[in-house]
């Protein structure tokens, strides 16, 4: 596993802030020391938005076949990622946070849909 390069998912958060901009919607800021690192955040409405590989977050869409080499190890780290993804969540949401989880797919697929969501967390 650690012969993958991770090549981040970089051009799907550029995808979204692009399309943040496009609907309007602004003061949201990347880079902020929350847990779990979210790759948006709007301070003042307390949203935390995180961009989701299908791949290493274990999304159920298909995009997560496990591959053939190693493939135990591989299991283990969609697994611990699962359960990390849970815990940042929790922290988040006991500090008082609400967090969106975009995933790649839905972003290719329903771009729309995943800007909707984030505008009605941050008007509701």
């Known amino acids: 596993m650690s ?3 991770s ?4 051009t799907t958060e550029q995808r979204l802030a692009l399309l943040l901009r496009k609907s ?18 709007w301070l003042i409405q307390r949203l935390a ?15 997560n076949i496990t591959p053939k080499t190693n493939a135990k190890a591989w299991r283990e780290k969609i697994e611990r ?6 815990r940042v969540r929790t922290v988040l949401r006991c500090e008082g946070w609400k967090v969106v989880r975009i995933w790649e797919c839905k972003l290719s697929k329903r771009a ?6 984030i505008r009605r967390a941050l008007t509701g």
């Open 3 to 5: 012969r993958v390069p």
């Open 7 to 10: 090549r981040g998912n970089k």
């Open 24 to 41: 309007g919607l602004r003061g949201w800021r990347r880079g902020q020391s929350l847990p779990g690192h979210p790759d948006f955040v």
């Open 112 to 117: 729309d849909h995943c800007v909707d969501r």
């Open 81 to 86: 990622n699962k359960s990390r993804d849970r």
């Open 49 to 63: 938005v995180f961009v989701d590989g299908c791949f290493w977050h274990g999304h159920d869409c298909g995009k």
